[in-house]
């Protein structure tokens, strides 16, 4: 399957992604998570596409479009992908088309995870992540270490992400509104909007229904 994961940030996003890809057997492809790769390897592209998160903003479509590209060109992906955080605006929207249109294959499904902004903000300002593992991923409130600051899965060390200080995170959902929200409307055709309320569980049994693999 080939689905696409929408949403603010801090709706979930990756939280649900992983769990979608693993029941799926599918490559989980973050353009967020591969910028933060690249910065820890102190890359120029990592460099580059610093200056921009820390600012809440996107980073330039050339760059991301590149990223993706090379990564969708990878073998594993041949047995389906899900994208989250990408397209994020309508050139990358036009940009994943065309890559798709190439490689002769189409989107199955677009996701669509809507939360209130008051939600979002304190998901965002209690996550903690892994600093070992990207899929491991907490909440001081709702899902909660047993040692605070040490990951349960692999005792690793717990940090907060630098771009989910306030003033970036209202940056962030700024952008979201004014530019990834209409990507939406160019899936119209294909997208599904679940509520991200509620338990990890809840939210993940919509998505699974919404795309056909429900119990
Ligand atoms: P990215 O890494 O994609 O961040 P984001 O879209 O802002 O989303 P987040 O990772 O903040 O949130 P999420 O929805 O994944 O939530 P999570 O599951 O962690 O992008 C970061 C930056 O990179 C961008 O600002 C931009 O600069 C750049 N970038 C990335 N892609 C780009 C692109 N395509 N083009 C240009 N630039 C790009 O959950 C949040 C918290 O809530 C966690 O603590 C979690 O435990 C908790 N939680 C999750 N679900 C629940 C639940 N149901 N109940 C209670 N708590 C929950
Ligand atoms: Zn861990």
């Known amino acids: 399957m080939r689905i696409l994961l929408i949403g603010p940030p801090g709706a979930g996003k990756g939280t649900q992604a992983v769990r979608l890809a693993a029941y799926l057997s599918i490559q989980h492809i973050s353009t967020g998570d591969l910028f933060r790769e690249h910065i820890d390897r102190g890359t120029d592209l ?7 998160i820390h600012a809440g903003l996107l980073v330039p479509d050339e760059v991301t ?3 993706i590209k090379e ?7 041949e047995r389906g992908f899900l994208l989250d955080g990408f397209p994020r605006n309508l050139a990358q ?3 994943l088309d065309g890559i798709l249109a190439d490689s002769e294959s189409r989107l199955d499904a677009v996701l669509d995870l809507e939360i209130p902004e008051v939600q979002v903000v304190r ?13 491991h991923i907490f909440h001081v409130d709702y899902s909660a270490p047993e040692v605070a600051g040490v990951c349960d899965f692999c005792g690793g060390e717990l940090y907060q992400r630098e771009d989910d200080r306030e003033a970036t995170v209202r940056k962030r959902l700024e952008v979201y509104r004014t530019e990834t929200a209409p990507v939406v409307d160019h899936y119209q055709a294909l997208v599904t909007t679940i509520s991200a309320h509620g338990q990890v ?8 229904d919404a795309i056909g693999q429900g119990q």
Request: hydrophobic content about 35%; charged content about 30%; glycine content about 8%.
């Open 123 to 135: 998901r965002i300002a209690g996550r903690r992540l892994c600093r070992q593992h990207r899929e």
């Open 71 to 77: 990564r969708l060109a990878r073998p594993d992906t």
């Open 46 to 52: 990592g460099q580059n596409a610093h200056t921009h």
């Open 65 to 67: 479009i590149g990223v």
């Open 201 to 208: 569980q809840e939210v993940l049994d919509r998505a699974l």
């Open 93 to 95: 929207a036009q940009a």
